[in-house]
């Protein structure tokens, strides 16, 4: 088995590699001037069994195009077997059709996935059971929980709270393995403007310190009325972490002015803010379904 681990995932790839033990092969990776992008394989020969590693970060499009274009380099070379650890699939908020006339593109995305030649499918805490109900090859589901706790457990004693109603199970989870209480807030969105409006639901104030927790960080607007209303909750230190760090535009910026004095993420989108990597999860998933 080898594996080959396209531009933004080259670090996670390289441990998942390390730590299953298998070979890497290099993947060549350019741009030409007007925008289009263009992989090679090298190295990988006619039976191999590969595994492809690509996260769909920005830019998303792009990086989709060059794990279907990592996969028909695959594909012609002849390997014998070839799946994909997605580390973020991007696209899979588009979930469902929330108003007449959007495009269903967590479905364009799977769909494409599988006619390229993919036939098995790793992914890192999907945002939501539906946007994986469109694959019909088998995809796996990653949860990098035991990877958050772990760091989480060196940084002292907290409340975790979910910024959204939805998280609950996900913060129920990682505050049982950290021994502490949760909480959560209750989010909704306005589908056309984006805006969101929060309340508190039920948090304990069982800690000076509340650390809210979200599958992903975008614009940070989701954070940011959640720690309005923490400290106003009297909170004194709040901190903001995710599995998938997007961090668009100013989402630092307004986090930290809303009182965030903390911000962390794994590595299934490298930043800044990756204080953790979610690596083993990854190797024991695709060691238990793979090898
Ligand atoms: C939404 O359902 C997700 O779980 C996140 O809460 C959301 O995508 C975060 O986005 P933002 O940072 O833009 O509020």
Known sequence: ?????????????ASVAQKLRVETIGVTYKRF???ETYVRLEGGTKGDELIL???????????????????????????????????????????KRFLPGEALSAELVARNLEACGITKIFI????SEESLSFFSIPCYTVSPVE???????????????????????????????????????????????????????NVPKTSRVAVLFDDMISSGGTVVKAAELLRSAGFERIEAGCVHGLFAHEAEQRMTEAGVSFIFASDTIE???????????????????LL
């Open 53 to 95: 590693v690509q996260s769909f970060c920005s830019p998303q499009a792009e990086n989709l195009m060059v794990l279907l274009q990592m996969a028909s380099a695959a594909v012609g070379l002849g390997v014998s077997s070839l799946a994909a650890v997605v580390p973020y699939l991007a696209y899979s908020r588009q979930d």
């Open 33 to 35: 001037p007007d925008g």
């Open 1 to 13: 088995m080898k594996l080959a681990a396209g531009p933004p995932s080259a670090s996670l790839g």
């Open 124 to 127: 890192i805490e999907p945002h």
């Open 147 to 201: 990877d958050t706790a772990e760091f989480l457990r060196s940084r002292g004693d907290c409340v975790v709270v979910a910024p959204d109603e939805k998280r609950i199970p996900d913060a129920k989870n990682l505050a049982a393995r950290l021994s502490a209480d949760f909480g959560w807030i209750q989010k909704s969105r306005d589908r056309s403007t984006g805006s969101v409006k929060a309340e508190i639901g």
């Open 271 to 289: 930043s800044k803010f990756t204080r953790y990597s979610v690596a083993r999860s990854v190797a024991e998933s695709v060691k238990k379904e």
